[in-house]
């Protein structure tokens, strides 16, 4: 073949290849932006896992923690009087516990009998001290008779003795045994006599003078010697004139109710009836735990109109500037520990705080000491909410 053909053959077939060669770049091109694309779909899918997998844990964390309402305690206008809640108590009370083991044999007072100090409550049978006491005055007779018979031997030794007739060590040991024999005596007597004084046990009397107020043993009880046992103690005795009136005065008027304030004392049960007594004594301290100060009220009681463990309001006749606090009466969480007010802080916790409570208006109650005005008071607290919890307030949830 002609040169010339072989050339131009060769030129057109390099021709052909060359067009190959940019669509295999085209090719790779497109691959890599695909694998590119892919690359970036999978980092937004994580991303975006991430992101529902946060906001799901916060959602779920916001979820747990308690959402609440909150009031505001409200201020009522100043009171011309203090009135403060109480109870009454006797003036002295005592229970009346048997000195003695053995059998009541006869009570002669029950509950409300009025008694006279020294006055007998009830006779207990006593057959043991009875038969040791018996043998007791037998052992002293006995010691009685050694006593004679020792001071007649040691005379007549001491006879002898001045004869020479007998050694002086035999006269000092018959002299020795007459005054064992005294000795004997004496501890025979002691015996005696402490076995007189608890028969005489036997005998309950009143320690002091008043009604008696409970009766815990019938006849043919065994009673126990002391405080212990089933039926250790037999009665109740208080004293009720005068009556004593305890009432916990806020700190905030401690330096107002002092020794011989005068006091009004008014009960529900006694038809609207008052009562005058004056403060005799106080604490002289603050009890921390309620910031309250023990205040005492005596009031007469000749008649015998006030009854121990009753409620009574105690008026104080002051004028008192200091502000006074409400709260609705589902914003108090009462447990055995005394009743409280939850107040949430500006974090957001809540702290248990023990109040003291007023007067009662029904849907209010007075709060007398424990919150300030500025505080939020948690409404319809759960009986599970814990000092230091973590709490959400509802919007719109808080009152003026």
């Known amino acids: 073949m002609h040169p010339g053909v072989i050339e131009e053959n060769r030129t057109t077939s390099e021709q052909q290849r060359q067009p190959n060669k940019p669509q295999k770049h085209r090719g790779y091109l497109v691959a890599g932006l695909l694998a590119i694309l892919f690359l970036v779909a999978a980092i937004l899918g994580i991303a975006s896992r991430f992101s529902e997998r946060n906001a799901l844990a916060k959602e779920t964390e916001a979820l747990a923690v308690a959402s609440v309402s909150v009031i505001h305690p409200k201020a009522e206008p100043p009171q011309e009087q203090l009135v403060l809640p109480s109870t009454l108590q006797a003036y002295t009370e005592s229970p009346i516990y048997a000195r003695t083991s053995g059998y009541l044999k006869k009570w002669y007072k029950d509950i409300g009998s009025r008694v006279r100090q020294g006055e007998i409550l009830a006779d207990i049978e006593t057959p043991e001290i009875d038969q040791e006491l018996m043998q007791a005055k037998a052992a002293r007779d006995q010691a009685s008779a050694q006593v004679e018979i020792a001071r007649s031997s040691a005379k007549r030794w001491e006879n002898l003795q001045k004869m020479d007739a007998v050694a002086q060590q035999e006269t000092d040991e018959r002299n020795s045994g007459y005054t064992q024999a005294q000795a004997n005596l004496a501890a025979a007597d002691a015996n005696v006599r402490r076995l007189e004084q608890l028969e005489s046990f036997k005998h309950v009397y009143a320690p002091f003078s008043g009604v008696i107020t409970r009766r815990n043993v019938d006849i043919g009880a065994l009673i126990n010697s002391g405080n212990t046992g089933a039926n250790q103690q037999l009665f109740n005795i208080a004293r009720t004139d005068p ?29 609207g009836q008052n009562f005058s007594g004056n403060v005799v004594r106080n604490a002289e301290a603050i009890d921390p735990a309620t910031r309250t100060l023990l205040t005492e009220i005596d009031v007469p009681n000749s008649k015998g109109e006030l009854l121990p463990g009753s409620y009574a309001q105690v008026h104080f006749a002051l004028k008192v500037a200091v502000p006074r606090l409400t709260i609705p009466v589902n914003a108090m969480l009462t447990r055995a520990e005394g009743t409280h007010a939850a107040v949430v802080d500006g974090n957001g916790k809540v702290q248990l705080k023990p109040i003291v409570i007023g007067r009662d208006y029904g849907r209010d109650v007075e709060v007398l000491s424990g919150i300030e005005q500025g505080d939020l008071i948690v409404l319809n607290p759960s009986d599970s909410l814990e000092d230091g919890q973590q709490v959400n307030i509802k919007q719109g949830g808080t009152a003026q």
């Open 243 to 271: 009556i004593r009136v305890y009432v916990s005065v806020p700190e905030a008027y401690a330096g107002m109710v002092r020794p011989g304030v005068h006091a009004t004392i008014q009960l529900s049960s006694a038809d």
